[in-house]
């Protein structure tokens, strides 16, 4: 299978306020490059003297190695003034760029990764929820996701069932819509960038567009570091390093089904850079 | 006699895609033997395989989610549930 | 007492720990350290020149190393924490609070690199925290066959705190703990402490809480 | 794998090293394991591989007669079938969810496991006990040859055995054993001396 599909699609590869003329060496589905600013100072990501196309959005440069058909995706909400957004920064994982997001779209182990966090033991039923591929964009969606959470956020005082939607626009990105404890009736979005740099290991910048009047920038940076460092322990620990698409050697139930619509949507779409295609 | 938690439920599982793949089957009857379950009554077709089940209702959703994503060299469509008629 | 603190920082984390351990409360202010930088900003500057953390402010006492903010706090709040005046014992623990700067500086030198994108050789770091690592592996079965668990004295103290971040995170830097025996031992009883409090990378010990389950039963 | 290798003991851990209620990573030719003792003390192996989603089960916790996977709580019982899954705190799991429980022996102080049941027990060494485990960036060969062309040897002024397992090809798992009741300063000079076999070893390869 080739990896034609994946190179065709965005990627984040920096952040717009860490860019420079002198550049920095980066590595984008095993292929070397260099990310920073023109001689005009406008963005640019070079690949062996070959300019690469990119957009800026989300606070972060994007590129793709091949053609993209599609623009990036948007997230209109995070348009919002009110908003604060909130560049966390990177961090290098040894793990699938897709595991990292598959992690991503997961609820069941909040009680046993974001103890007291985002779940807790004697919380730990995960019900129901709905997951569809929406035609139009072709996005994988769970909706109706619902978990009891100790402290969901930075400013969240104590537990409250939260609610969460899942969005995978892209082979690896994910924007989580999650209950905006100031502001009911609106989402906090919560997004994992991924930046494939070999099948087995990839950098993460999360990115975040909240409504918090009260927390400060670097109260929320720390709080988005802390729950996703406390996953990158697992992240590099799980066996094979690469994300099954088949999934003969899991066990996978009801409380799995976002995993297993994106790993569906992946083998749909031959996005199986970072992916096993045969258990072993 | 034996009895049967009442949680139990006996369900025809119905799955549709391009299944003609000869590790398929093997491949679902594997699966379910993983959480316990025996498939019964089995047909198969290259578009669609459907069998029953007898099990705890949260294993045969598991069993469900499982075949959704299937092995690399079939595409499963859908899958779904439908009452079967009971066994006893 | 202030902190100037940074959630994945170890150096900070010991501080948090020894303070929780003590039930000492501390006031914590959040720093920007990646990716904004703030600890090399002219505010943190003019308090640590050095531009690190953590920097405990504590009225007029302002405090820059790690192992000096453990022994204060600790002579503040928590004597038995510290060596007594037995010379074995006085050695011993500054012994192993100068090992502390050697794990920080490979190992932690290791976890910037693979983790948070700094320069560095990494295979030099990663050689010098295995040798590190041998070194604390060898010296904690020694005291196991005198049938102690901690690095001083008949108790833990904040050898063990400025010693253990850095180890349990090892992983972070690419380095295996699987190979000791005597360490896993050893982290486990600093884990199991009262109060004891976990960082990203470093989990807390599901099974010392209430079994969900056992009512049950 | 060839079959008559998958019924051999391989030495694990030391006995001591593995708490009650703990569990520890190790590994045989066939992968890595994870080692474990319930709260009373049973010891038991299975494959460090949550049978849900691959997280290795030597992170876990060990409750009672239960090892626990530490991503999603999936518990496992002294069996190795499924007792427990928290999102679905209703459902009974079935056995046929499973972790793969491995033989598991101890002699001469030495955990001793196997990836199939071997006919006999792990050959005792009489009169000796572990010492203490040390992983050697060498190959089982060049320790052999280190200690004095054998793997019964002398550390420190003390007899030795030296058992040992291939992790990788260059990486070997050794468990020195001395004599049962050996002081603990002859034991300690035995460790030193180990470290010192190790480094002669290392610089040598």
Redesign the interface.
């Known amino acids: 299978m080739s990896d034609q599909a994946m190179r065709d699609a965005w990627f984040p590869v920096g952040?717009l306020?860490?860019l420079t003329r002198a550049g920095t060496a980066s590595m984008l589905m095993g292929e070397d490059i260099t990310v920073g600013l023109d001689d005009t100072g406008a963005p640019s990501v070079d690949c062996g003297g070959r300019k690469l196309p990119t957009v800026e959005r989300f606070g972060h440069l994007w590129t793709s190695l091949g053609a993209p058909e599609k623009d990036l995706f948007t997230i209109p909400e995070a348009d919002h003034p009110e908003r604060t957004l909130v560049?966390?920064?990177?961090?290098?994982v040894?793990c699938s760029p897709l595991r990292a997001v598959e992690n991503f779209l997961d609820i069941?182990?909040f009680?046993?990764?974001h103890?007291d966090i985002l779940g807790e033991?004697?919380h730990?039923?995960?019900n129901n929820y709905k997951v569809e591929v929406r035609k139009d964009e072709d996005e994988v969606w769970a909706t109706k996701v619902e978990f009891y959470q100790p402290q969901a956020a930075a400013s969240a005082g104590g537990g409250i069932i939260t609610e969460y939607m899942y969005r995978v626009p892209a082979p690896t990105c994910s924007v989580l819509y999650k209950t905006c404890p100031p502001r009911p009736g609106e989402w906090d979005v919560i997004c994992l960038f991924v930046q494939p740099l070999t099948e087995e290991l990839c950098?993460v910048w999360p990115w975040m567009a909240l409504f918090d009047d009260t927390s400060?920038?670097?109260?929320l940076?720390?709080?988005q570091?802390?729950i996703?460092?406390?996953d990158?322990?697992?992240l590099?620990?799980?066996?094979?390093k690469k994300l099954?698409?088949?999934?003969?050697?899991?066990?996978?139930?009801?409380?799995?089904?976002t995993?297993?619509?994106y790993?569906?949507w992946l083998?749909?779409h031959d996005y199986t850079y970072g992916a096993q295609?045969?258990?072993e | 006699m034996t009895t049967t938690p009442l949680s139990n439920r006996r369900r025809r599982l119905t799955i549709q895609g391009n299944l003609a793949s000869p590790s398929f089957l093997p491949w679902v009857e594997r699966h379910s033997a993983r959480l316990g379950l025996f498939c019964e009554n089995l047909q198969a077709e290259e578009t669609q395989v459907s069998f029953e089940v007898e099990g705890q209702e949260e294993l045969i959703d598991a069993l469900e989610v499982g075949c959704l994503l299937g092995p690399i060299d079939v595409w499963v469509e859908s899958v779904e549930q439908h009452p079967a008629p009971s066994a006893s | 007492m202030i902190l100037y603190d940074y959630i994945l920082s170890p150096s900070c984390y010991k501080v948090r720990l020894l303070a929780s351990l003590l039930g000492v409360k501390l006031e914590l202010r959040a720093v920007d350290f990646h990716p904004g930088r703030e600890h090399k900003g002219d505010e943190l500057l003019a308090l640590n020149p050095a531009g690190s953390i953590p920097i405990l402010v504590d009225g007029e006492d302002v405090l820059t190393e790690s192992a000096a903010i453990l022994s204060y706090i600790a002579a503040k709040h928590g004597q038995n924490w510290l060596a007594t005046s037995d010379a074995g014992e006085v050695g011993a623990q500054q012994q192993w609070l100068s090992f502390s700067h050697r794990l920080t500086s490979a190992l932690g030198g290791a976890r910037l690199v693979e983790m948070l994108h700094f320069p560095g050789d990494l295979a030099a770091l990663q050689e010098a925290g295995i040798a590190a690592l041998r070194e604390l592996e060898a010296a904690l079965f020694a005291r196991r066959l005198t049938g102690q668990t901690f690095l001083v004295g008949d108790r833990i103290t904040i050898a063990d705190i400025a010693c253990f971040p850095y180890v349990a995170l090892a992983p972070d830097g690419s380095v295996s703990l699987d190979p000791y025996a005597s360490i896993r031992i050893w982290m486990r009883a600093i884990r199991a402490q009262p109060r004891f409090i976990e960082m990203p990378g470093i989990h807390r010990l599901h099974e010392l809480a209430p079994d969900p389950l056992a009512g049950d039963a | 794998m060839q079959a008559d290798e998958r019924t051999q003991w391989v030495p694990a851990a030391v006995s001591t090293d593995i708490l009650d209620g703990t569990v520890v990573p190790a590994a045989l030719p066939t992968g890595p394991i994870a080692v474990w003792r319930t709260a009373s003390g049973e010891l038991h192996a299975n494959g460090d591989r949550c049978p849900h989603r691959g997280m290795r089960l030597s992170h876990g916790f060990v409750r009672g007669n239960s090892l626990s996977c530490i991503y999603h709580g999936w518990r496992y019982g002294r069996d190795g079938g499924c007792e427990h899954i928290p999102a679905h705190p209703g459902l009974e799991p079935p056995k046929s969810i499973n972790c793969g429980p491995l033989p598991v022996a101890e002699a001469n102080g030495v955990v001793w496991v196997a990836a199939q049941a071997p006919e006999e027990a792990p050959a005792e060494i009489e009169g000796f006990e572990a010492l203490k485990s040390m992983l050697f960036c060498a190959t089982p060969a060049a320790i052999a040859e280190a200690a004095g062309g054998a793997l019964k040897t002398e550390l420190g002024g003390t007899p030795a055995h030296l058992v040992t397992a291939e992790r990788t090809p260059s990486e070997t798992f050794v468990v020195a054993l001395v004599p049962t009741g050996t002081d603990v300063a002859s034991k300690l000079a035995a460790a030193t001396a180990l470290e010192a076999l190790r480094r002669v070893t290392e610089s040598a390869t």
């Open positions: 952040l306020s860490g560049d966390v920064g990177v961090v290098r040894k069941a182990h009680p046993f990764v103890t033991e004697d730990p039923e995960v950098d400060t920038i670097t109260d940076i720390h709080f570091q802390l996703f460092l406390q990158r322990s697992i590099e620990n799980q066996i094979p099954p698409l088949d999934p003969a050697l899991e066990t996978p139930t009801r409380a799995d089904l995993s297993v619509a790993r569906r083998k749909r295609l045969v258990a």
